[in-house]
């Protein structure tokens, strides 16, 4: 005996006649796609390897990177000022927190693209400066919307509101009495928010981004409909020329299945990490504590 405690020990699963069936079944089931998808000719794996490395294929690869980014960092930074104003204690702020999130969240990310690619139609032209005074540059919107710019913006404002319910989630997570005993220590709300609150709130944040990174990846796809030679569209203007339409999308698919492994095996190890659920504390653990100047546990 190596003295570990029997409730500690794995217990060990015997598995059934059924299993072993099944398993039999899925791996024939397999097989024969994978025979049937490697001997048919119509799928031309020959066409396929030959533009998966193509300069315009690894270019588009390069923006949709490029767009995923962009798009998760700067729509993590809004969700998190949208979070806080969500959970503000003041009504006229917390109100538009929440007319902002359920626009967003409400209507199609493809109608908001291709709003903001036409958002000149509306304002043709925009004055930015102070208020009441002639004090301004005029700004041409129909310039400025390039497809790109259009994609940026249109993908970061819907990602922003479904961080900030990501986000306002992991402050929901924070034991109330946390928030109690930092009030008792003086904290400020803006100290409160990043000594007590953010911290514990990441065993719940960060796994759900990663997530929502995985998903912005493959959602960056629909901006080809602006003309913007990610990924997707890289491959449609080749297939347009080529007319080689099936292994084209083959291509562009088995990018998205590499990209999305790739970031799921980070993600994976986030979870393993910071998930809640499948941490434990060490027998005789005592849980850590704010007190106040007096030494009054909270």
Known sequence: MNGM????????????TFEYVAWVVCTLVGLGILISVATNPNFKWEVVAKYFT???????????????????????????VLAIMRASSVKPIAAAAGVYITLFRGTPVLVQLIFWFNIAALYPNLTIGIPFTNIGTAVD????????????????????????????GGFSSVGKGQIEAADSLGMSGAMKMRKVIIPQAMPSIIPATGNQVIGMFKETSLVSVLG??????????????????IPLLIVASAWYLVMTLLLSYPQSKLEQKYSRTTSRLPRNAKPVVLTDPEGAAR
């Open 228 to 245: 913007v030679a990610e990924l997707l569209q890289s491959a449609q203007l080749i297939y347009a020329r080529t007319y080689e339409t």
């Open 141 to 168: 919107v129909n310039a400025l919307m390039g497809p790109i710019t259009a994609a940026l913006i249109g993908l970061t404002l819907n990602e922003a509101a479904y961080m900030a319910e990501i986000i306002r």
């Open 5 to 16: 405690d029997p409730a500690l020990k794995p217990r060990l699963r015997r598995r059934s």
């Open 54 to 80: 193509h300069e315009s294929i690894l270019r588009g690869l390069m923006l949709t990177i490029f767009l995923t980014v962009a798009s998760m960092a700067l729509g993590t930074l809004l969700g998190l």
